[in-house]
């Protein structure tokens, strides 16, 4: 922007001094129109006396000087007034295009102050900075090319000042002559003595003015003027230009996408092969498959051979042959990695899209020459309209400019030390040598529609000689239509000679874009490769340096005599010791010591298994509850076998009993004489004997225990033994103990279950009422048993079907297990029965129309009836007595 400024400076500095020239020659002008007119007054005067007659006035003198000759000053100071005027036309034309200059400079500065300001505004980074900076170099260029012009334009003014002092000069030389002749002999320009030229007297009758008449000008000397262009002419003029206009833009606007894709896929494919190397780099190995291995064999080793010097040095070698083939990994890794390296670096990207984007820097020096083309084509015929000139039907003749494209055959690219190859085209040569034939196509192009240039040492045209005898006439006088052509070809050629600079300067800006193009992506392929080399090597250094690490762990571990317990691991370029995680596995724990069972309470008590165990056998037995005596001693023997070590056997003192003993305790259960016992009264005697407490519960607490278990008793065994406990069994202490609640309820679901099966309802009256017995009297519990049947009574606990059972022939059914004593019963059929006023008393109680239903006072002592095993399975009746607890 500073160096923009100074140009702008340097233009304006230009332009000033160029107005400052014009401003004298227009003083001098003045001055000589001013002489003028006086001599032609003097002339006019001097005239009008010889007409009269009278003596002309005498002449001006200046000193001893002779006089001077009025007409001689008048063609003077004409002749000195028409120089001066045309040099003010060039110099005015300088000051223009010096004023030009300062405005673009002008323009130029502003654009790289706004370029400064964006940058120092922006926030978006490198990038705009980078365009910034090439938008004040643009401008900087553009304000030093304005200088330039400013200096060539002062320098025509200067021209022009210096001649108006020349003809000044010779005017004031010329004044102090005394006759035309010498006046004319001081003219440069005028023919000399002899020889026929414009300052001749015309032939007689060619051209000779009246007389008293002003001489008339050639024809051929008047400029030719300019005409109005023909609005329809002038829209087509348009509508070619607007074309022309549209096509370049548009081709331009492609160009410059393409090369941004180019510049961003460049971009794109340099980060995409960092990550691809990068990737590589972190590819698997075999490392840890060789540190697993040798985990394993290290860890093998016994502790006593750990002590051992000799074992040390031999794990203290195989930890440095681990090393080195973990080294060896890692070397044929790193030449992989070369390898890999080399292919990026010997790729043809850049070579390729350096190509390709010169094929778009090569179309827009095409868009150029075809905008010349048809810039030529427009301003030819708008200079012809403009002069009057006619117009040809096939158009201008413009030269077809060349094809850059190589579309028909590829350019030749020219010699970097040529002659007429531009300092700034040799570089691109080298880097886009496409693009450089295509701009020296474009140059030949331009010198070839370009005119001769004049020699400078022939620059004065000899002087016309008169035609000798027999040769030809001069020819005649140029037509008017000749004169217009030759003046629009001339402004044509004045035009596009401004048009040829403007495309040389923007073909230029084009090589240097290229070479810049070209440079970035040679610049950003280094860049990239040297990336991957640093890539490269601090991987191979971090895996070996993890190695080293692993290595020296595993030493440790040998001289401290211990195992690799923690898992060891060559994580990427990191070693990681997993200390929550062992290479050695724990011991399995222990597993959880079965519950116990608390101890029975003495050598003649049940515990908890061994009621149950019992109960579900006499269950199976007979599940009436009615059998004889010697199969209940069957059962108690079945169970006192402990025929594998989950059999809990029974009891010490009833183990060591046969089974005439055992008979015998069953017969204390037997109704009467008979020789059937009831075992469910054995079940709850064993288990007041394991808890003294039943014998206190009151006939409340009874009633409120069946009232709590006759849902769960109505749906099976298993939701009995599952539901509420009853009060007074023990809870659960913790989980080493055995739940003995839920035991001893499946004992008495099994002892008091109506049917067999898990299905099978459970007489939760039955069970209150038998327990119930107290071992004080039979009346007491028989008192007890009444109270309570009351109370069951009133709550109906049991439904109506299964209390009323199979009423028809209860009588008729045999026990079960009857088939050894049911003979001799048969054969008495009318046994006595025992008086009620015996030692044991049973109160039999049956559904029907004397059940409980109707009367509980019809619960009456009488004779032992046997009851039939249908009588036993369906009815709720129950035998209440006394009998010895605990047996």
Known sequence: AAAAAAAAQTAAAAADEANAVVAACAKELLHLRKAEIQAKELVGAATADAEEGADPPPAETEGDDEPKDPAALALLAEKAAEAVAAELVKAQTAAAAADKA?????????????????ASDSSAGAESVSEAREAAKAACEAAEAASVAARESLESAKTAGEDVKGHVERAEAAAKAATPEEVAALDPDAPKEGEEGEGEPPADGENAPADGEAPVEPEERKPVPIVPVPLALADAIYEQWSGAETAYLEGMHQCFASMREERSLSLAHFVDAKKTFAEFLRRPDEKMTAVREFQSKFNDVDLDHRRDPRTKGELLVRADELRDALWDICDAKLQEAVDERRKIVEDAYV???????????????????????ETHAVLADYYTARRGAELKEEGPEVAAPPDVLGEESPLPVPAADGEDTPKWLKEAIELTPTLAAAVSAALEYFKSVSPPEPDPENTEEAPAEPPAE?????????????????????????????????????MKRIVENAVAHAKHLKRVEAKALVRLEEYLRDRYHQECSAVAALVEEIKCAVDEERELVNDLILDDVDFIVLEEELAIPDPPPQPPAPPVEPPARGPGVFTASQLANLA????????????????????FARCAAVLTPADPGVPPAFSVCNEGVLAALARQFAFGDSLYCEWRPLIV????????????????????????????ALAGRAAFANARKLWFLPARANSSQVDVAAIVMRALADAFAFEPGEEGAVDVESLVLHLCASPASAEAGTRKALELA???AALRLVPEARRRGLRDGDVSMEPDGASGDAATDSANPNPNPKPSGASTTRTTTRHGSAGWDSDPRALVAGPTVRPSARHSRSSHGSSVASYPVGC
Do not use: F
């Open 616 to 635: 579900a056998g006499l269950s199976s037995a007979a599940i009436s509850g009615v059998m004889t005596a010697g199969e209940c001693a069957r059962v």
């Open 351 to 373: 070579a390729d899209h350096v190509v390709l984007a010169t094929n778009h820097y090569v179309a827009m020096v095409q868009l150029e020459l075809d905008k010349y083309a």
């Open 685 to 712: 005697s064993l288990l007041v004997d394991m808890y003294p407490v039943v014998i206190d519960a009151s006939v409340e607490r009874l009633a409120s225990a069946a009232a709590q278990l006759a849902a769960p």
């Open 790 to 792: 009351k109370v069951l």
């Open 102 to 118: 300062l405005a673009e400079a002008a323009e130029a500065v502003e654009e790289a102050n706004a370029a400064v300001k964006a």
């Open 470 to 506: 027999g040769e030809e006439p001069p020819p005649p006088p140029k037509t008017d239509a000749e004169r217009a052509a030759e003046t629009s070809a001339a402004d044509l050629e004045e035009a596009m000679a401004i048009e040829r600079h403007t495309v040389r300067w923007r």
